[in-house]
Structure formats: C-alpha cells, structure tokens
C-alpha cells in the first residue's frame, strides 16, 4: 500500500527489549505538534529544527511518563523528507510502549514496516535501489555485506546505471527525431552507430547482471564441500579451517561416514564447510550411505576443495573424483606435504581445477594460503576495483535479464530494418525495466513487495 502522506505515523526505532536508552519516531504533518502537546520542556522557547531539547514527557492522563530528548527535522531536511520528530527517552520497555500509546491516543497511527523509508523514497530522498541497501545494510552479518550495502545506499548501483539508461534515451530521441520526419531517414552509417552502442550497453549490463554470482554470496554465504578419497586428510583439513578438533581424524579409512558442517567466516564470508565420507567403493552399508550423501552434498556446494594425498600417486578413484568435482569451481589441495612427495597431479586435474594448494593439514601449515586460494575460488571476479558494485538483490538482476531481452530484440528489429516503431517500442520496454531497479517505473505491489521486508520502524 502506498503510504497515506496526510497521517503521521509513529514507531519504535530501536531494538525490543531493555536498553540504556530508546528512540520513538515520528513522522508526518502533525508530528511537531503532537509531540509538542506532550512536551514540557525544561528550557524556555520552542522545538528547534535539529536542535535537541531536554523535558518531561506526558502521558495523555497529564502523568508523568519520562524525561526525554527531543530532536525535530523540520521536511524536506529530513529522513523521510517529512517533519519529523526523534524522542529519545530511557530504555524501558514500560516506557517506550506507553510514549508510543500516547501519541496513538494523540491521533498518529502505528507506521507499518519500512513505511519510514517508503516514504523517503515517495518524497525523492532515495531511490529504489538505496532503499533497498538501506534495509540490506539493517539485516548486514558481516563487515563485507555492510560495506556494499552502504555502497547501494550510497547510490552506487543507480550510478553505475545511469550512463546505460542515458545511452538508451540518446538513441531513443535519435529514432523519435526521425520518425518525425518522415523525410529525414536515418543515414544507414548513424544507424549501425546507434546499434554499436546499445550493444554496448547490453554488454555492460551483461557484466552487472554476472555480477550477481559474487553478490549472492556475499549475501547469503557460500557452501563448499571437501571431498576426496579416504583418507587424504579432509577431516584435517576441516578441522583446521575451523580451528578447532570438529570431526573425528584416524588413520583408519572411513571413519567419516555422515556429513559434517560448520560455517567459517571467510573474509567477511560466511562459508559453510562441508566435510565429507571418504569417496570410495564399500562394501559396508553405513558407509555406503555417507558417501551417497557425500555425492549429494558436492551438488548442493557452490565450490569443492578436492583434496590429495601428496605421499601416494594418483589412482583410479581420484579420477571418479574430479569427474564429480567438475562442474563447479574447485580448489586442489595436496595434503601431507611433511611426507616424501609420491604424487603426481595429472595436467587433467590441474585444467579442472581453478588452484593448488600444498599443505599439511597435520602440522596445520600453509592454512593462511587455503583460505586466500578458496576466497580466490568463490569470487574468481574480484579481482578489479571495478567489481565494487556487484547486484546482491534477485530483483535487479530480473530486471537487468528483462532490459537485456528487450535490447536485444530492439537491436535485431533495428538492424533487420523494421518500421523504427518496431525497435522503439523494445528500446522503450529494456528502459522502462532498468527504471524499476531505480523506482522510476514502479507499481504499487513493487513498493508493497520491498517494503514490506523491512522492519517496523524503518
Ligand atoms: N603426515 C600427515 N598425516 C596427515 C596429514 N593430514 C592428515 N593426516 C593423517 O591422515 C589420516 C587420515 O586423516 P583424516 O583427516 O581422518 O582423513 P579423511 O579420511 O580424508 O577425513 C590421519 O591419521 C591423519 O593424522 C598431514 O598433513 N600429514
Ligand atoms: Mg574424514
């Protein structure tokens, strides 16, 4: 729904539960008043805009309810481009519920989730995309999803897109201006000129829309899975990412037989390390079920860490191995390097594999190396500073596929020949979904959708 501007909205800003102080807010045409109709304050004078002021707070029954400090954003100056109104009382669960009940009872409604930011991006303050960095930054784990979602909020995204949506509205204007005259065909030279460069276009949004990979799991974490034979030293290997003696290690083979996993933070990456059963033929039953499960949790996993045994030559079943690991980005590590050397790496494995680490997962060497090759196998594009706005958010990346698909039948229209309404209107389509990334083009259920993932009070 789309925010009622005329009512003022009032929430909690802060977090449930105790705490040395709260903070109540207020937004909307009556939040000065409704406030200053419970206000006492100490000093002489009114609420100044941005200017603190220290009092007592009324309950609607004249009692006393706390002493509290007032902060007024008079609009457009402020978050939501409204007036608003920050009371910033003591902690106390008793306390805030009753500010709140009293500026109910004063006549301001109960704000619903992400109303607060609904309304900035309503009065202009911010556009979809920061919006969305905003509540990304709120729900944020670790360090690295906090610095890009303060780079989204920071319009990022919107400023890496803007040169794109320009390029698509030159040619646009260009094709309109000759439609207009009929007699002025375009010269088939500023034709391919203009083709050139929304293709262009399309291969930069190409760019962000693989970006994707990397926001994912930057957001949401990654799953790798340790597999190899019996053995080699996985659960060594997992135990010392993890720092600490997790899974069982013998040195008889097969003693990992269900599926282990914990998550490690991995440069700001949370990263689910899975340590799997020996890859092998059994004839026992139980182990045959975990390496089943092994197999199964290789597909789940974005990459795997495909572990040898340094001391032993390559055998058949390291071949069954890397035709599992194939598919997906895969870390090789050569374990036992405190052993004499008796293993050689197939230039076959080392084509699948994206990078080689030797260690002793024993004497627990060469971990800092493991760590930075597996970071280098999750993000493989982070290489230029130019990744620093990768799409963490499923919804641009629709829209950037959709503004693709539209360009590129605009521009096969175009080269083709077509009446110029043909490629137009596809021109016209690919801006109009880069716009919903920005909330140029929004509809109601979009804003109902965004916002609504936000909490109360934001
Ligand atoms: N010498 C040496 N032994 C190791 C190393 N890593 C593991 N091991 C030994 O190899 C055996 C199997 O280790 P484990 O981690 O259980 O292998 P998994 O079956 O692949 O999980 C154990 O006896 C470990 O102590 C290493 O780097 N050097
Ligand atoms: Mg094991």
Redesign the pocket.
Same mark, same amino acid.
């Given at each position: 729904m789309i925010s009622d501007q005329s009512e003022t909205i009032v929430a909690v800003a802060t977090p449930a539960g105790k705490g040395a102080i709260a903070v109540v807010r207020l937004s909307g045409p009556a939040a000065r008043s409704l406030t200053e109709g419970q206000f006492r304050r100490q000093t002489q004078g009114q609420l100044h805009p941005a200017s603190p002021t220290l009092g007592a707070f009324w309950g609607s029954r004249q009692n006393h309810l706390d002493q509290v400090l007032i902060t007024f954003f008079q609009q457009p100056a402020s978050f939501t481009g409204e007036d608003l109104v920050e009371i910033s009382c003591h902690g106390s669960p008793v306390v805030v519920r009753q500010i709140v009940e009293t500026m109910l009872e004063a006549g301001a409604r109960l704000a619903t989730p992400g109303e607060f930011t609904q309304r900035a991006f309503l009065n202009g303050k911010l556009d979809l995309a920061q919006a969305e960095g905003l509540r990304d930054l709120i729900e944020s784990q670790t360090a690295f999803q906090a610095k890009l979602a303060t780079e989204q909020l920071q319009g990022a995204l919107s400023l890496r897109l803007a040169p794109m949506k320009e390029e698509i509205i030159r040619v646009v204007c260009h094709i309109e201006t000759a439609l207009e005259f009929v007699e002025d065909e375009v010269e088939p030279q500023t034709r391919q000129e203009l083709a050139a460069a929304l293709q262009k276009v399309d291969r930069e949004l190409q760019e962000l829309e693989q970006s994707f990979a990397l926001g994912r799991i930057v957001l949401e974490g990654a799953t790798v899975a340790i597999v190899?034979k019996?053995?080699?030293?996985?659960?060594?290997v997992f135990n010392g990412l993890l720092n600490q003696d997790r899974a069982i290690?013998?040195?008889i083979?097969g003693?990992?037989r269900d599926v282990l996993a914990e998550t490690i933070d991995l440069h700001g990456i949370p990263t689910r390390l899975v340590d799997t059963a020996?890859i092998r033929e059994s004839e026992d039953r139980v182990e045959r079920l975990g390496v089943e499960k092994s197999l199964q949790s290789v597909g789940k996993s974005d990459a795997s860490m495909f572990?040898l045994d340094g001391s032993v030559p390559f055998e058949q079943e390291d071949w069954r191995i890397l035709e599992l690991v194939r598919e997906q980005p895969c870390l090789l590590v050569v374990?036992?390097e405190? !052993?004499p050397r008796r293993l050689e790496v197939p230039p076959q494995v080392e084509a699948v594999c994206q990078s080689t680490v030797t260690m002793?997962? !024993?004497?627990r060497t060469h971990l800092q190396e493991l760590r930075a090759a597996l970071l280098g196998v999750l993000l493989p594009a982070r290489s230029g500073e130019q990744e620093s706005a990768p799409l963490t958010d499923i919804r641009h990346k629709q829209c950037i596929q959709a503004s693709r698909q539209h360009l590129r039948a605009g521009i096969q229209a175009y080269q083709s020949g077509l009446s110029e309404e043909f490629p137009l209107y596809d021109f016209r389509k690919a801006l109009a979904a880069l716009g919903q990334i920005t909330g140029e083009t929004t509809v109601e259920d979009l804003l109902d959708q965004i916002f609504s993932t936000f909490c109360i009070g934001k």
């Open positions: 190899g019996p053995n080699v030293g996985k659960s060594c290690v013998t040195d083979p003693t990992t020996g572990v374990n036992k405190d !052993l002793s997962a !024993l004497k």
